[in-house]
């Protein structure tokens, strides 16, 4: 059952972004009117968690200002939400009028938190999850790649060479 989760998650994803894009209606201007205050309370309301986390949590975590921007992105559940929002409602005229800017705020409020964070990553230097994975995952987990750098090796896998660029800020 897990295989096929894997292999048709991508697929049903992709699916759910063209019937959110065909039922959006971008021209709602009060949707872009709350997507910046979205994005910058869904990026600093993580980046605080994560600090609150990093106190209070395993000294393995990354740094938190990592551990913020990495849990930043949107789920895909909140565009599924609204598109199920919207089927459900669309013929009610009493909620009908607000379906355009709803839409409109969960949309655009993911497509720019998704930039944000990347902006943010990169002026960073990248999002590095330097930690001892060991006493996070048992050896027999090997976690994925979480930075796409040729200089980082995945993390699960040590390197026998030192390596000289981990610091706070990277």
């Known amino acids: 059952l897990k295989t096929t989760l894997a292999q048709v998650e991508r697929p049903l994803y992709m699916i759910l972004l063209v019937i959110a ?19 910058a309370a869904r990026v600093a309301g993580k980046i605080m968690g994560a600090r609150v986390a990093k106190r209070v949590g395993p000294k393995e975590l990354p740094d938190a200002t990592t551990l913020g921007l990495a849990l930043s992105p949107q789920s895909p559940v909140a565009i599924a939400t609204i598109v199920s929002y919207y089927a459900i409602y669309r013929t009610q005229t009493e909620n009908a009028a607000n379906l355009p800017w709803l839409m409109t705020a969960t949309i655009g409020g ?61």
Not at 22 to 37: E, H, K, N, S, Y
Not at 119 to 141: E, K
């Open 21 to 39: 894009g065909a039922l959006w209606d971008p021209r709602a201007w009060q949707g872009w009117a709350l997507v910046p205050i979205f994005v």
């Open 110 to 170: 993911a497509v720019l938190t998704e930039l944000t964070v990347q902006i943010l990553a990169r002026m960073r230097g990248g999002l590095r999850f330097d930690m001892d994975s060991h006493s996070i995952h048992p050896p027999s987990v090997k976690p994925a790649q979480m930075v796409n750098d040729p200089g980082h090796e995945p993390i699960g896998e040590p390197s026998s060479e030192p390596r000289g660029d981990q610091g706070e800020g990277h």
